[in-house]
Antibody, heavy 120, light 110 residues
Framework: EVQLVESGGGLVQPGGSLRLSCAAS????????MHWVRQVPGKGLEWVSC????????SYADSVKGRFTISRDNAKSTLYLQMNSLRAEDTAVYYC?????????????WGQGTLVTVSS | QSALTQPASVTGSPGQSITIPCTGT?????????VSWYRQHPGKVPKLMLF???RRPSGVSNRLSGSKSGNTASLTISGLQAEDEADYYC??????????FGGGTKLTVL
């Protein structure tokens, strides 16, 4: 069974940092692109970032570029999102998603999400 | 990067068909056949319903279909059922090597 379990969310002050993790199991992690998607409670979805299988290509939404860094450890089947210079507008549930294989798309499986709250 | 445009709400009756449009630009929806659709029930995680415009993942009902014309992709649900009531989001790959979501459409089945 495919499982994606996010952790690392919590309350942080504006300007602070957090590191999210996503532990993957039940599939060959190293063969899938991975993504982070966020959702303000009660609002819509926003794509945040993605990383390729070889860890040498990343992409970011303009809203987080220069502040967030995505990475992965294929040996540990874990995806990360380092979030720096956090702002109130970064408050959201952050989902880890598995990219499609043999097709193009950002998510055929989603984790349950971890809530990040940026507030003083 | 502006979000793709979806109507805020759509309403249909059981058994009817509805279509949800998703409008972008030639740099995203119009430029690639990489549009996906997600369904999200309240309090639940989104679920993939269509990818690459019209392909259905295993287990998704064939009452759902997708199409694209120019810069607008569309999700059609036929034979509406109560379980179809949910929020629907489109997403597209872009020429900037990023992804954009639509603002979401709340489907109400009356």
């Amino acid at each position: 069974e495919v499982q994606l379990v996010e952790s690392g969310g919590g309350l942080v002050q504006p300007g602070g940092s957090l590191r999210l993790s996503c532990a993957a199991s039940g599939f060959s992690f190293r063969t899938h692109w991975m993504h982070w998607v966020r959702q303000v409670p009660g609002k819509g979805l926003e794509w945040v970032s993605c990383i390729n299988t070889d860890e040498d290509s990343t992409s970011y939404a303009d809203s987080v570029k220069g502040r967030f860094t995505i990475s992965r450890d294929n040996a540990k089947s874990t995806l990360y999102l380092q979030m720096n210079s956090l702002r109130a507008e970064d408050t959201a549930v952050y989902y880890c998603t598995r990219g499609l294989i043999a097709a193009v798309g950002i998510a055929d499986y989603w984790g349950q999400g971890t809530l990040v709250t940026v507030s003083s | 990067q502006s979000a793709l445009t979806q109507p805020a709400s759509v309403t249909g009756s059981p058994g009817q068909s509805i279509t949800i449009p998703c409008t972008g630009t030639s740099s995203d929806v119009g430029g690639y056949n990489f549009v996906s659709w997600y369904r999200q029930h309240p309090g639940k995680v989104p679920k993939l319903m269509l990818f690459e415009v019209s392909r259905r993942p295993s287990g998704v009902s064939n009452r759902l279909s997708g199409s694209k014309s120019g810069n607008t992709a569309s999700l059609t649900i036929s034979g509406l059922q109560a379980e179809d009531e949910a929020d629907y989001y489109c997403t597209s790959y872009t020429s900037a090597n990023t992804w954009l979501f639509g603002g979401g459409t709340k489907l109400t089945v009356l």
